[in-house]
């Protein structure tokens, strides 16, 4: 359901002592503390422990009637192979990617557009490229998780990768988020493609000359889902990725309250509080089913879509919400070029949540799932363990494609043993 990276790296109180130590000593530390939770924890079990069978930590489930054109992605001719020991439990990997994944440094250029309903929606953009850029050049739109925005160390290094690529990148910070102001009583929720509408329309009028591609992370992911299946054969878009959706959302909550996903929980719930307290005052004498005390004062992200979340967005109640938001919901209406990619040992977004025959059935979907990489971690590849996460390289491929064919997914020819080839590495 949600991006804790933000939150945990914000909160962390290992954040300030950590500065003065050698990066060499911090997979150590991080390590030791997750080893000590699984040593105690009952919630620790063999497919996610010790060390990876080989074959099982390095194969790739592929699924989609289109992933032949997978077969000739350089970024998918290894095998997948999580940073020793980080990569091996899903929490550290989780939780190290949150707290020492590296920050490029971008200079952004903000921009504050009015929404219908009087909210703000804030964009940002690589400075100097609306001067720098040709007028043709293909637009990305990231949409971050919850609570997250353009200071987010995954975003950074998407928005960077694409950047370099000679893509126009633009970063849409939800309301409430990456300092964005609020400026109705309401926030954001899985459920609401509005503010994304209108940001793409938006995009689209400042630069008609482009192709529109979108990417988006956890919470961010599911809206993103959501609008493509929404708009179905009238979507703008171009393409799109999704990463680390949670899909079924009463799946992920139900896994939320569990172990050690308590933490992200309290940690998202946390920093729900403080855009909230950061704007009460909009939200002062509110009547309905509200319960502002239950929200002000939330410890867990459940408690928050209970007292105010649900009844914003006209729900009867949090379980409600989570049923009809998933974005499960809306891959059989999806016509827009889609690649999903997911971990199995996702603690927030459960592999047993994404729609795997849905997206088999649908021509425009394919389906990415590795053995490791936890919440938004995927410490493999070239980049780890400090540097970008391993489907960086994936994604960006996968829209060059797109951007390149003319005729997109619909170019490739389905073919049985694709799947085969690429879905073991040995």
Request: glycine letters at 6%; hydrophobic letters at 40%; charged letters at 20%.
């Amino acid at each position: 359901m949600a991006s804790p990276h933000s939150t945990l790296a914000r909160s962390s109180p290992l954040r300030w002592p950590l500065s003065s130590l050698p990066r060499s000593h911090y997979p150590i530390m991080v390590v030791s503390a997750a080893a000590s939770y699984s040593f105690f924890s009952a919630e620790a079990d063999d497919s996610d422990g010790g060390v990876p069978n080989v074959a099982s930590a390095t194969s790739l489930e592929i699924i989609g009637s289109r992933r032949a054109l997978l077969s000739g992605f350089s970024s998918l001719k290894q095998p997948y192979r999580p940073f020793p020991i980080i990569g091996w439990n899903r929490h550290v990997e989780t939780i190290f990617a949150a707290l020492f994944r590296s920050l490029p440094s971008v200079r952004l250029r903000r921009e504050c557009l009015r929404a219908r309903d009087n909210g703000a929606i804030s964009l940002d953009w690589v400075s100097g490229d609306d001067r720098l850029l040709p007028p043709d050049s293909p637009v990305l739109i990231l949409l971050p998780g919850l609570t997250g925005g353009s200071q987010d160390t995954y975003v950074r290094h998407m928005l960077a990768r694409a950047r370099k690529k000679g893509w126009r990148v633009v970063v849409f910070n939800s309301r409430g988020c990456a300092h964005s102001p609020v400026t109705t009583p309401q926030f954001y929720s899985a459920s609401f493609t509005e503010d994304l509408g209108e940001v793409v329309k938006y995009v689209s009028a400042c630069y008609p000359m482009c192709k529109m591609y979108a990417v988006g992370w956890s919470l961010g992911a599911n809206i993103l889902v959501r609008y493509l299946g929404q708009e179905s054969h009238e979507c703008p878009l171009s393409g799109a990725v999704s990463l680390c959706n949670p899909f079924n959302l009463p799946i992920t909550d139900e896994d939320f309250h569990k172990g050690f996903n308590k933490i992200y929980d309290k940690a998202l719930a946390r920093s729900l509080r403080k855009i909230f307290k950061k704007h009460a005052l909009l939200f002062e004498d509110l009547r309905d089913d509200y319960n502002i005390p239950m929200a002000a004062n939330a410890k867990t992200v459940r408690d928050f879509d209970e007292g105010l979340t649900r009844v914003s967005f006209g729900f009867k109640s949090a379980d409600d919400y989570y049923f009809n938001s998933s974005s499960s919901n809306s891959i059989v209406h999806v016509r827009t070029p889609l690649l999903c990619i997911q971990a199995a040992n996702d603690p927030i977004a459960p592999s047993r949540g994404i729609p795997r025959q849905e997206i088999k059935e649908n021509p425009s979907c394919l389906l990415i799932v590795t053995p490791k990489g936890g919440h938004l971690g995927w410490i493999a590849g070239k980049g780890a363990p400090f540097g970008a996460a391993w489907t960086d390289s994936v994604v960006m491929e996968f829209l060059d494609h797109l951007h390149s064919d003319k005729h997109g997914m619909n170019s490739c020819h389905h073919t049985d043993d694709i799947q085969r080839s690429m879905s073991v590495h040995n």
